[in-house]
């Protein structure tokens, strides 16, 4: 039985775990002394569990090419927009960038299209990096589990995705063109990323899409549902906001900072070993508000669209209509989302809310007691794992993670 058996029955009434009850219970509304007290439990909850440190990373968009049509994202195919994608030299460069930063965990992103990140070109950027970067995840369309387990092969420790939202009449609305249309094909896909060998695995929701609460509940559902069936990997979780894209989308649902520092705070105290990331798309000041309170894992000094830390890619950007490519000047083409005089970069995803430095939000980290970590992992701790037994059944002995 996957996830979707779950979640059906959850939407048809199914009684919830105990776990679940209570975390249904905190997401209640909440007086300003009942939330200071959640947020009070979170911080200790936090520090028993991770201490003071904070895993810093980066994304390095690949490639905003999309065959997808998704009503709140700047990459949705028939937005017209600049695209490129980046060569795996362009890539190196990239993240030979971030690494002189200090970042040693990187998350290669790419919209979904086949014919530009298929044919091996995502196991080529890994293998690029490998060497340099101790910790690379993925951030890309749903895969089948062989092509998972090639992922991983290639030096890939991490698969991020998000459900986008777990509330299907509201998922078909806002998906409608292309592989991503299939609501149960993603929902599966941690489970089959697990079976490809994934150690971190991210689920999250895009908040903004349907009622919070709804989709926090069904979020907290999927994980207990993932430490229980894939328990030999470790586990992430993030709540993102919708912000300003291509395609000016405006959400429906409000997700307020209150609301957030709520659900925040009840994930912690319900799943006290889950990873809590949190992005650039949130403003500087609820950032700093957020990062005591439960937050394990965040992004910083990020850029959205290809090339956007070096300038890579630039030589090759257009446009698409529908899917077509068309080269900037042509008499048919449209005038792109972002156009502007002189340089013509590749668009991004969504604005970013907080565009300090890395090096500015390390600092910050440390004035608030705070450890930025900006490694965590080495591919050469696996070279000893054959020493020790491979399962909990047969070992007795706890698994060794590293909590993201």
């Known amino acids: 039985m996957s996830f979707v058996e779950h979640l059906n029955a959850l939407d048809s009434g199914a009684p919830l775990s105990a776990n679940l009850s209570r975390f249904q219970h905190l997401l209640r509304p909440m007086s300003p002394s009942e939330l200071e007290s959640l947020a009070a439990t979170s911080v200790q909850t936090t520090r028993a569990q991770f201490g003071r440190t904070m895993r810093l990373f980066a994304p390095i968009y690949l490639s905003n090419?999309?065959?997808?049509?998704?009503?709140?994202?700047?990459?949705?195919?028939?937005?017209?927009?600049?695209?490129?994608?980046l060569s795996v030299e362009q890539v190196v460069k990239e993240a030979e960038f971030l690494a002189g930063q200090g970042f040693r965990h990187i998350l290669l992103v790419a919209g979904e299209h086949p014919r530009f990140v298929s044919d091996g070109y995502l196991e080529e950027c890994l293998q690029a990096l490998r060497n340099t970067v101790p910790t690379l995840a993925i951030e890309v369309g749903?895969?089948?589990?062989?092509?998972?387990?090639?992922?991983?092969?290639?030096?890939?420790?991490?698969?991020?995705?998000?459900?986008?939202?777990?509330?299907?009449?509201?998922?078909?609305?806002?998906?409608?063109?292309?592989?991503?249309?299939?609501?149960d094909w993603r929902l599966e896909c941690p489970e089959r990323g697990y079976e490809g060998g994934f150690r971190r695995i991210g689920i999250g929701a895009l908040m903004g899409l349907a009622d919070w609460r709804y989709e926090l509940l069904r979020l907290?559902?999927?994980?207990?549902?993932?430490?229980?069936?894939?328990?030999?990997?470790?586990?992430?979780?993030s709540l993102p906001r919708l912000r300003p894209a291509a395609g000016n989308f405006q959400p429906e649902f409000p997700f307020s900072d209150a609301e957030f520092v709520q659900s925040l705070c009840a994930l912690r105290v319900c799943f006290p070993q889950v990873g809590i990331v949190l992005s650039t798309r949130e403003a500087r000041h609820l950032r700093d508000a957020l990062f005591p309170l439960g937050v394990t894992s965040i992004s910083a000094g990020s850029h959205t669209e290809p090339g956007g830390y070096t300038g890579e890619g630039a030589d090759d950007v257009h446009l698409t209509v529908r899917g077509r490519r068309v080269e900037i000047g042509d008499e048919a083409a449209p005038t792109p989302c972002n156009a502007s005089s002189g340089e013509t970069p590749a668009t991004g995803q969504?604005?970013?809310?907080?565009?300090?430095?890395?090096?500015?939000?390390?600092?910050?980290?440390?004035?608030?007691?705070?450890e930025p970590v900006w490694k965590d992992w080495d591919p050469s701790i696996l070279a000893a794992t054959d020493v020790f037994p491979q399962s909990h059944e047969n070992s007795g002995l706890p698994e060794m993670t590293t909590h993201a």
């Not at 090419?65 to 937005?79: H, T």
């Not at 229980?228 to 470790?234: F, G, M, V």
């Open 65 to 85: 090419e999309c065959v997808n049509n998704c009503s709140y994202c700047g990459f949705s195919r028939d937005n017209p927009i600049l695209r490129t994608t």
């Open 142 to 183: 749903p895969m089948e589990t062989p092509e998972y387990r090639r992922m991983v092969d290639s030096g890939c420790e991490g698969l991020v995705v998000y459900q986008e939202t777990y509330h299907r009449g509201a998922y078909a609305d806002f998906h409608t063109a292309g592989p991503k249309k299939n609501f």
């Open 350 to 370: 969504f604005d970013i809310a907080d565009d300090r430095s890395a090096s500015e939000v390390a600092a910050h980290l440390c004035q608030i007691g705070l």
């Open 220 to 237: 907290a559902a999927h994980l207990e549902y993932l430490y229980r069936t894939c328990w030999k990997s470790s586990f992430t979780i």
